[in-house]
Every structure is written in structure tokens, then in C-alpha cells.
Nanobody
Framework: QVQLVESGGGLAQAGGSLRLSCAAS????????MGWFRQAPGKEREFVAA????????YYADSVKGRFTISRDNAKNTVYLQMNSLKSEDTAVYYC???????????????WGRGTQVTVSS
């Protein structure tokens, strides 16, 4: 079992930056693929980024490639999402998730946090 708690959301101006963190409980964090997803009001949840268990492999949605960076610190049981050059369309609730495969498919992630709100003002 892995419990996930996101933090770092808030209000940012367009063009600004935010860093999200996701703290995980449990000894198996380092054996899980970690992903970030987001859901905007009235829209379906969408994949943002994923990182392999060791951190060497990353995968991004085209909409955030070059602006967002996912990373992890297994010693701290934490995964991060650095978000730069924010746009109004990045406004959403951001969720971290733990799974076993580096994939954009939400069904492949078995544990989810409750989310943190990110609002980007234009």
C-alpha cells in the first residue's frame, strides 16, 4: 500500500512557475513508477508526466513537454513536478499516482493522492 499526499499548488501568473511535491508513505516507493495527472473543471483527467522507479526514464504529455520537469528523490519518498512558463490552460487539480509501468494510462496506476489545485491567471 502506498499513500500519497500532494502539496505546492496555488495561484501563479501566466509565465510563472510552481513546484509540486508528492510525499509517499510506505517502503515500496522506490519500486513504483510515479506519475502526475491533472483534471480541469468540466474536462476529463489527463496525463501530465511519469518517471521510472530509478528516475532515469521520463515521459511527458506533448502539452507540457519543454515546460514541466518530473523528478524524484527515493531517499525522501518524494516525487516533484517543476512547472515553468505556466499557461492559463494549465489550471487544474493535479494528482500524483503510483504504478508499475511508465505509461499515460491512468488505469495502470494503482494508488492516487487527493490532488492539489493549481490556478494560473492570465
Amino acid at each position: 500500500q502506498v499513500q500519497l499526499v500532494e502539496s505546492g499548488g496555488g495561484l501563479a501568473q501566466a509565465g510563472g512557475s510552481l513546484r509540486l511535491s508528492c510525499a509517499a508513505s510506505g517502503r515500496t516507493f522506490s519500486s513504483h513508477v510515479m506519475g502526475w495527472f491533472r483534471q480541469a473543471p468540466g474536462k476529463e483527467r489527463e496525463f501530465v508526466a511519469a518517471i521510472s522507479w530509478g528516475g532515469s526514464g521520463t515521459y511527458y504529455a506533448d502539452s507540457v513537454k519543454g515546460r514541466f520537469t518530473i523528478s524524484r528523490d527515493n531517499a525522501k519518498n518524494t516525487v516533484y513536478l517543476q512547472m515553468n512558463s505556466l499557461k492559463s490552460e494549465d489550471t487544474a487539480v493535479y494528482y500524483c499516482a503510483a504504478g508499475t509501468v511508465v505509461t499515460a494510462g491512468g488505469d495502470d496506476y494503482h494508488f492516487w493522492g487527493r490532488g492539489t489545485q493549481v490556478t494560473v491567471s492570465s
